[in-house]
């Protein structure tokens, strides 16, 4: 789990000036029925504890933006792959002058000044005490404690705008989001006795090492997914990597890994750094993280040649309780060529923020895949209980894995694929069913009939959307060889398939493939993928859901065929 809030100033306050009358015409804007579960109220949080709190004031156009994601990004538009520059993008993310205007109005009133933090100015940052918030929001901070961990946050169950500011600002955060601090850790390893070269005997699948169904290497995911190991060709063809909660990647260690696991490649390829809200990725032996070093490895080792980056996003948060997930997309969408891919291997449950929130960060996934960037995260490791080991009396679909504008890999194993038992899948509460999965969902709903029902949303977004490997990953941590296992692995394999695909494309003289979504469920899409049909994803005191022929919520429309891939996107 990242580590709690922490905050900067960005605003000056009085704490006894008196609120403008003009503002004290207050409506309820957000609220939450009830604390979540793990979470006990221990009492009103003290009335001169600093809070660093930010609002996202309403956007000017985000309907026209997602006409435009659409319209570069389906495979049969007269539009496709002429991706968004950083100017139009923030044309259509913008607020309207009026709103800029009497939401700094709103705070003169209480003698603050707020701080833009966002490309487009959508999100302004200010610091007050409990006091003063409790006051100019009509709200009721408390200090919540995390059952399990001790840990404490800060927040209230419900709070109000002025009337007068509706439609002009959207949200207060953190307020009535909260995170989990067992959340974002979606690895299961053990350690391994030693690396080891030896030759693989071959299974009875064509060119797979039998040993793959016990141990994954780069070279059985190439003989899966016909991965070639020729080395890509293009510069500006840029493979980001996120790294979060102190976790720090090794290039010793991906020295090592390189020298056992891909003997073809020379052992002096790395990655390059990022950092962000004070990240760092410091190369100090014993201080490498798991997740950093399997994100890494099997980027740099399985999109060979790709230019890989490591965006190490630290404490000095500006995105309150979602700890860099909102931060690291406002720092890309500020620059002028983001990567064309960027996975992800964190995540939480979408209950723990509030669906204003998570439209929020979604629509900044949207403005990014404008931009040309695929965007992947691993769907979750819980099954139909998402990030959660507390009880489940419905299904817990996962955060970003509903939002319509990313590409969520679940997990499989196995020489003859099978989904991993653990992979998250399902339907969001938050977000609708969106076009371009309408019709697979639709026969999937249908094949299953009554079954689990009531337990999940059956208009949702569904996800995952593909899958890839993710039992059993061979990594190698400070020396020594681990086996890693979730979706978490996954997510970097499909990424890296992406990267090399956007390689060859740009070779060719054609735009990077962008937003995945259209085009996996696409007919030439479906068709290029290896669809799985066996396994569930078990969870909430139920076998959850099963892997069946088409896209299931479990594998999605299932794992990638390199070749039949290649040929979808025309070359």
Not at 153 to 170: C, E, K
Not at 261 to 277: E, H, K
Not at 326 to 336: T, W
Not at 475 to 490: Q, R
Request: glycine share 8%.
């Amino acid at each position: 789990m990242l580590p709690g809030l922490k905050f900067l100033a960005f605003a000056c306050f009085i704490a006894s000036v008196s609120a403008n009358p003009v503002y004290r015409s207050l409506v309820l804007h957000e609220q939450r029925e009830d604390v979540p579960a793990g979470f006990v109220n221990t009492g009103a949080a003290p009335a001169d504890q600093v809070l660093s709190l930010r609002v996202a004031l309403v956007n000017s156009d985000m309907a026209g933006l997602e006409k435009a994601l659409y319209d570069v990004s389906t495979p049969d538009s007269s539009l496709y792959g002429q991706h968004l520059a950083k100017e139009d993008v923030e044309e259509f993310v913008k607020p309207a002058p009026e709103s800029v205007t009497m939401v700094n109005e709103f705070f003169a009133s209480y003698n603050i000044t707020a701080k833009s933090i966002s490309p487009a100015g959508d999100w302004l940052a200010f610091s007050v005490p409990v006091s003063l918030a409790n006051e100019m929001f009509d709200a009721n901070f408390s200090v919540f404690q995390h059952e399990k961990t001790g840990k404490q946050f800060v927040r209230t169950l419900a709070y109000s705008i002025p009337a007068d500011l509706q439609g002009h600002l959207d949200l207060v955060h953190p307020t009535i989001t909260f995170e989990s601090p067992s959340a974002r850790l979606p690895l299961i390893s053990s350690p391994l006795p030693a690396i080891t070269t030896s030759t693989p005997t071959l299974s009875t699948r064509q060119s797979v090492p039998s040993s793959c169904d016990s141990i994954v290497t780069p070279a059985c995911l190439e003989a899966l997914y016909a991965i070639p190991t020729t080395l890509a060709t293009e510069s500006s063809n840029v493979l980001g990597v996120s790294g979060f909660a102190l976790e720090y990647a090794s290039q010793a260690d991906l020295a090592d890994f390189l020298k056992y696991l891909r003997t073809d490649m020379s052992d002096n390829t790395t990655f390059s750094l990022q950092t962000l809200d004070g990240g760092q990725n410091p190369q100090t032996v014993g201080w490498a993280g798991l997740e950093a070093n399997l994100d890494t490895q099997y980027t740099v080792g399985i999109a060979s040649g790709v230019p890989t980056t490591f965006i190490s996003v630290g404490e000095s948060t500006q995105d309150g309780a979602l700890d860099g997930l909102l931060d690291i997309i406002n720092f890309l969408l500020n620059e002028s060529n983001p990567p064309h891919v960027l996975t992800t291997s964190y995540g939480l449950n979408e209950n723990e923020m509030s669906s204003a929130l998570a439209s929020q960060l979604c629509s900044a996934y949207m403005q990014l895949g404008a931009r040309g960037t695929s965007i992947l995260f691993a769907s979750g490791d819980g099954g139909v209980a998402g990030f959660s080991d507390e009880t489940c009396t419905t299904f817990l679909p996962t955060f970003p894995s509903g939002c319509p504008f990313m590409t969520s890999v679940g997990a499989t194993t196995g020489i003859e694929e099978t989904a991993w038992t653990s992979t998250s899948g399902g339907f969001s509460n938050y977000f609708d069913i969106p076009s371009y999965q309408a019709d697979a969902v639709s026969s999937y709903l249908t094949t299953l009939g009554s079954t689990n029902s009531g337990l999940f949303n059956r208009t949702g977004r569904a996800f995952p959307d593909v899958s890839a490997q993710g039992g059993n990953f061979e990594v190698v941590l400070n020396e020594a060889a681990w086996l890693v296992s979730g979706t978490s692995c996954a997510s970097p394999v499909f990424a890296s398939v992406v990267a090399l695909l956007n390689d060859r494309l740009i070779a060719a003289g054609k735009s990077p493939l962008g937003f995945l979504n259209p085009f996996l469920y696409s007919a030439a899409g479906q068709a290029a993928l290896n669809d799985i049909t066996s396994g569930d994803n078990a969870g909430c005191s139920t076998n959850g859901f099963s892997a069946a022929a088409g896209w299931d919520p479990v594998t999605g429309l299932g794992t990638p065929n390199f070749p039949n891939l290649l040929s979808a996107v025309g070359l």
